[in-house]
């Protein structure tokens, strides 16, 4: 049976950093034979949870699933029928972006059960990854301690489809041209040295994420 790996881009941009690594993924997927598909969610029209409850009334016919119709409805269906999961975004003021997360409220919370052994609805135990791109550098995140905020979101991927893990892809580089914009703060040569010498090794992160992924008794 053929392995599916989806792919969300919680980025405005859809083919700068996070979309990059995005695809790294699922070319890393692909080399093993996988299915794959990129949905960018910038090009959807969606919100986050109405907190409207249908996903947990007992004998509902929306029980464990989002009762919302709207341009979410099919990519929500295609993460309940993939084999592994991989959502990427950008960092704004420490957290993933306003999409990502309206996305995750939508594609997690109809599982989640509220009982004293934090039980999942989800059917099947899959593999979901978290991409993250951000403006600061490593020791900048550790600092202001995004790593540990944005592991209870991995933690929760996890309690929920079984397996999760992230990556986090610090300092990249934003615009094509540093001199159009106004952004002393950094120093432009230094990035650029480093997208030239560690992005690839980030890419190569991802790519190795989705191929292992991909490798899926069925």
Partial sequence: ??????????????????????????EGAASQGA??????????????CISCF?????????YARCAVNDDLTSVLKKA???????????IYFGTATGEMR???????????????????????RIKTGLIYTMNAQEDQMKRMGYDHDLSLAEMTMKRIFGESESLFVTDTYQFDDYSKYES???????????????????????FDMGFRFAQIEK
Avoid: W
Avoid at 190 to 204: G, L, M
């Fill in 184 to 206: 002393t703060l950094f120093n432009v040569e230094e990035k650029a040295k480093r997208r030239k010498e560690e992005f690839p090794k980030d890419c190569q992160k991802a």
């Fill in 35 to 48: 299915e794959t598909e990129l949905v960018h969610l910038y090009k959807l029209n969606f919100k986050g």
């Fill in 54 to 62: 249908a996903c947990k009334l007992k004998n509902g016919e929306s």
């Fill in 1 to 26: 049976m053929l392995v599916k790996v989806l792919a969300i881009n919680g980025s405005p941009r859809a083919k700068c950093n996070t979309a990059t690594l995005l695809n790294n993924a699922l």
């Fill in 102 to 124: 309206s996305f995750m409220e939508r594609l997690l919370f109809p599982h989640l059960v509220y009982d004293a052994n934090h039980s999942t609805l989800f059917a099947r």
């Fill in 80 to 90: 309940g029928e993939a084999d592994a999961v991989i959502l990427g975004s950008p």
